[in-house]
């Protein structure tokens, strides 16, 4: 079911990004498969002592709620608001998808950032061996890199907001380098923290509350906690970076914010009323 909703998602965002007199109709096909494809992730986080993205994953049902209601609307020039947020996700897909259907290449991206991190393990004194060619292993604890671990995922969605508006070459240019090499070489930081604050048992702290398998708890107050509030402190920066290089984007930011504000207050407010 998952991959379906994948593959939806992935082709009425790109068909949205064309514009034809059903645009509002594919647009929300793409946004109610993606928050459905959310939704159906929560088991899967919340086994994983994850709370951040399924609280995120039941925010999106309101959002979808107000776009749906702008797309759905009379009021033209909220609606392209709307196509552009949809542009952004659209251009993120077309990114991140060669990676995560053509499994030789997300492989071979997985490939990468093993080595890599395996590398910058040994540089830092915390050599880890391989258990498999995408596992590392020590001290009888296990990590696995998957593809949600080599930062594409960040990659993508920064690209695909970087790109939604009109910009010069040069601004092309100098987003990409703000966004891709940090991201990528942060990541390479936070997988070889993991691994070694997991592996070494940095963090085994409430152990018992958290639950999971022995040791448990150190691999989440690494990957769960530090590394997810590093993760949002640098893209915060980094969004106020791209909003300095393309002041645009930032208008665009601010107006998208305050409309889904305006909406929102009027929503709850039909709701009250009824």
């Not at 939806?8 to 949205?16: A, D, E, H, R, T």
């Not at 590392?136 to 993508?156: D, H, K, M, P, S």
Request: net charge neutral.
């Amino acid at each position: 079911m998952m991959q379906y909703l994948i593959i939806i998602s992935f082709l009425f965002f790109i068909v949205s990004l064309a514009h034809h007199p059903y645009r509002s109709y594919t647009a929300a096909i793409a946004w109610i498969s993606m928050i459905l494809l959310l939704i159906s992730e929560i088991p899967a986080w919340l086994a994983d002592q994850n709370y951040v993205y399924p609280t995120v994953a039941i925010l999106s049902i309101l959002f979808l709620v107000i776009t749906l209601r702008i797309l759905f609307g009379i009021d033209e020039h909220k609606k392209e608001f709307i196509f552009q947020l949809t542009r952004a996700a659209g251009i993120a897909f077309i990114i991140y998808a060669p990676f995560a259907f053509y499994e030789p290449l997300g492989n071979w991206l997985i490939a990468q950032v093993v080595h890599q991190t395996s590398a910058l393990l040994t540089l830092l004194g915390h050599p880890t061996e391989l258990f498999l060619w995408n596992t590392f292993r020590g001290n009888g604890y296990r990590v696995e890199i998957i593809l949600a671990c080599t930062g594409i995922q960040a990659i993508a969605i920064m690209l695909g907001v970087a790109y939604s508006v009109k910009t010069t070459l040069k601004q092309k240019i100098i987003s990409f380098l703000m966004i891709v090499p940090p991201i990528y070489l942060l990541n390479l930081f936070r997988n070889a923290g993991v691994v070694t604050a997991y592996t070494e048992q940095w963090f085994p702290y409430f152990q018992e509350y958290i639950g999971g398998e022995r040791g448990f708890a150190s691999f989440f107050w690494a990957h769960n906690v530090i590394a997810e509030a590093l993760a949002f402190l640098f893209l915060f920066v980094l969004a106020y970076g791209l909003f300095r290089l393309i002041p645009t984007l930032a208008d665009f930011a601010v107006d998208l914010l305050q409309m889904y504000k305006e909406e929102t207050i009027v929503f709850l407010d039909e709701i009250r009323t009824k």
